[in-house]
């Protein structure tokens, strides 16, 4: 199966649409084509145009291999606690519309890691989106904790979802902003997007 082709939906399955963020069902039958394969999900647009996000438990019903309990422990980190670990766990977490994780997108505002007075370590993550009414937040907010909360030493995640201050492109790592196509800001001329 190749990115882009239309597959028919093999069982009913539960989704998210993007932006709005609300869960959704999508029937057996539906048509849809794969428009993103990044992190722990599958980005999915309809014949008709609504995209959603469908987690990797169920892409048996895409017609691809599930994902397995045994790939998730893969994928969790193991060895001494490191703050490259945290950030490397973030680079994992991907906006369901721009194929950027969202370090490189200038979504994560602030990441603090403590230690716990019983033990353990403490991690608090300030984020935001890149549209201040974008349904995603609380999915992509479950999404941080989830995979920071695998962590060694970890024992607690709290992630807050702010807009203040807005985003801006101008956040993004240079290498986001050349895989998006915006032009780099080079002496004061502000960020704009290059038509292909």
């Not at 599930?66 to 490397?88: I, L, Y």
């Not at 607690?156 to 902003?177: C, K, T």
Request: glycine share 8%.
């Amino acid at each position: 199966m190749s990115m882009g082709q239309l597959i028919e939906l093999k069982r009913e399955c539960e989704a998210i649409a993007i932006p709005s963020g609300i869960r959704r069902v999508i029937p057996a039958g539906t048509m849809l084509r794969i428009s993103q394969v990044l992190g722990s999900s599958y980005t999915v647009v309809s014949e008709i145009g609504y995209m959603c996000r469908i987690d990797a438990k169920d892409a048996d019903a895409l017609g691809l291999p599930p994902n397995t309990d045994a790939q998730e422990q893969r994928e969790t980190p193991h060895g001494v606690f490191s703050e490259a670990m945290v950030w490397d766990q973030l680079k994992t977490v991907y906006d369901p519309e721009i194929p950027v994780n969202i370090v490189d997108l200038g979504l994560i505002y602030s990441c603090e890691v403590t230690a716990r007075e019983d033990g353990g370590k403490k991690i608090n993550v300030r984020m935001s989106m890149t549209a201040p009414g974008c349904g995603m937040g609380n999915v992509l907010r479950a999404d941080v904790e989830s995979k920071l909360s695998r962590l060694p030493e970890v024992k607690e995640v709290n992630v807050q979802v702010v807009f203040d201050p807005p985003w801006h492109p101008g956040l993004m790592s240079e290498a986001a902003r050349l895989q998006l196509g915006f032009d780099l800001d080079i002496g004061g001329i502000p960020l704009t997007r290059i038509s292909r």
